[in-house]
């Protein structure tokens, strides 16, 4: 059994699930995978049980009944992780918008330099983002602005979606309830991380727009991240952050 695994929620990824997932297994660096699946209607969840038999001690499957959000997807693979006993629990997409090649560098900066999350950030070194019309990337980008300002964090990538948790961190933040599903979600993990004092650090990638399948935007999603933010920073006033 590896110490790392990664998380890979999915709805209609037939497309790209097979190709990410062998991708994963090909890397020199070992990281188990764990799928999520919201009832994909197009049959991600069949190619993944498929791939088990190839790779039964390495792929796994949780199967929810409809969709239910991505930050109970990531709060349900982290709670399956942590009860298996991994060390280093990572989040990325399907889409290959994440490299998976750049999954052993985020594991390094968490176990080879001692940062407690690893943040694959599209803004440390600029805006590396390919294939997103102008109008996302401003909003990407100055969404995250926002956030800094509002929160006080340091980190440019705010809503990045590609990250290593170590494994304490998740213990600590999980004792309670996530409040947030999209966008907003990964924000509070990140600002809760920062309160309770872990470090974090951001490490460069290229964020490259999905070439397969269907983006799950939305304004819906946009706007829980907006208000998201002054609730996050508000609540944070009547707390103390102890781990």
Not at 36 to 50: E, F, K, M, R
Request: hydrophobic letters at 45%; one cysteine or more.
């Amino acid at each position: 059994m590896s110490d790392s695994v990664v998380i890979i929620p999915t709805y209609n990824e037939l497309e790209n699930i097979e190709r990410m997932i062998r991708k994963i297994f090909s890397l020199n660096e070992p990281i188990d995978i764990l799928i999520v699946d919201d009832n994909s209607p197009d049959g991600t969840a069949l190619v993944v049980q498929n791939l088990q038999k190839e790779f039964s001690s390495r792929l796994f499957l949780l199967q929810r009944p409809g969709k239910m959000g991505l930050g109970t997807a990531y709060v349900q693979g982290f709670q399956w992780a942590l009860a298996r006993g991994y060390k280093f629990i990572l989040e990325m997409d399907a889409d290959f918008s994440h490299n998976p090649e750049d999954l052993p560098r985020l594991i390094s900066a968490c176990r080879e330099e001692g940062n407690d999350v690893a943040i694959g950030s599209r803004y440390i070194t600029g805006v590396n983002v390919v294939n997103w019309p102008m109008s996302r990337v401003l909003l990407s980008y100055f969404a995250s602005q926002y956030v800094r300002l509002i929160t006080g964090m340091k980190v440019r990538d705010t809503t990045a979606g590609f990250v290593c948790y170590k494994d304490d961190v998740l213990k600590t933040i999980l004792k309670e309830p996530i409040r947030f599903v999209g966008y907003a979600f990964q924000i509070e993990m990140k600002f809760k991380a920062w309160k309770y004092g872990y470090r974090l650090v951001e490490v460069p990638i290229i964020f490259t727009e999905r070439a397969a399948g269907t983006s799950k935007m939305s304004g819906k999603i946009v706007r829980e991240a907006i208000w998201g933010v002054l609730k996050i920073k508000f609540l944070s006033f009547f707390r103390k952050w102890e781990k």
